[in-house]
């Protein structure tokens, strides 16, 4: 299938972690992405991490992945205001360049 | 970093007009393009995926002549929303993936707001 499901809405203080949660279906997916997008932008490329990992850490952001339940979570440490924004989550399939992005999960930041 | 512009950024047209959006890779050769549309608080739609010289691969359900891609250069890709209807309003997205590294990088441009009157 092509479904990659986010949850919709995420509030957390600034200051604390936030989570950020993504599920895919297809197996076959070979990359799998994290973007982030403010209003009226276009997408920014935050991180990605490939099939066979299990972790990557890049600065304020951590990418966990559970191939075995084709989970994918984005950690961001610390969260500050300006990292309000939606967050996509996208999947890579094997062989082919297309992308497939879930519905984005809005991330407010209350001061 | 893989810089893609897009122009114009927003534009009004009146409903049986056509509009061209121009997707620019602006530090690097795209062989591959793809054009996405995103209606308000939702995802993401790809629309078609451009290759430089030969013809756009649409999505089902996606119109061909109705949204001429054209990918003239491995710089340049144009989106032509022919004869224009309220409908096709929404936010336009292009984006590509960088030529001679590795393809599993994928930058975006910032976006082009189409309002139709």
């Known amino acids: 299938g092509e479904d990659v499901e986010q949850s919709l809405f995420l509030s957390v203080r600034e200051g604390d972690s936030s989570v950020i949660n993504c599920t895919y279906t297809?197996?076959?997916?070979?990359?799998l992405y994290w973007y982030k997008q403010e209003p009226g932008a276009g997408l920014q490329l935050l991180t990605y991490?490939?099939?066979?990992?299990d972790m990557k850490q890049d600065q304020r952001l951590t990418v966990l992945l559970n191939k075995k339940d084709k989970h994918l979570s984005l950690r961001i440490a610390d969260t500050q205001t300006g990292d309000s924004a939606i967050y996509f989550c996208a999947e890579r399939r094997y062989n082919f360049n297309k992308f497939y992005f879930g519905s984005g999960t809005k991330l407010n930041v209350k001061p | 970093g893989a810089v893609v512009s897009q122009h114009p950024s927003w534009v009004i047209c009146k409903s049986g007009t056509s509009v061209k959006i121009e997707c620019r890779s602006l530090?690097?050769?795209?062989?591959?393009m793809f054009w996405y549309r995103q209606f308000p608080k939702q995802s993401l739609m790809l629309m078609a995926t451009s290759n430089e010289g030969s013809k756009a691969t649409y999505e089902q359900g996606v119109e061909k002549d109705k949204f001429l891609i054209n990918h003239a250069s491995l710089t340049l890709s144009t989106l032509t929303v022919t004869s224009a209807h309220p409908e096709d309003s929404s936010f336009y997205i292009c984006?590509?993936?960088?030529?001679?590294?590795?393809?599993?990088?994928?930058?975006f441009g910032p976006g082009t707001r189409l309002t139709v009157t």
């Open positions: 984006s590509a993936i960088v030529g001679g590294r590795s393809s599993y990088e994928q930058y």
């Open positions: 530090d690097f050769q795209a062989t591959t």
């Open positions: 297809d197996s076959s997916s070979t990359y």
């Open positions: 991490i490939f099939s066979n990992m």
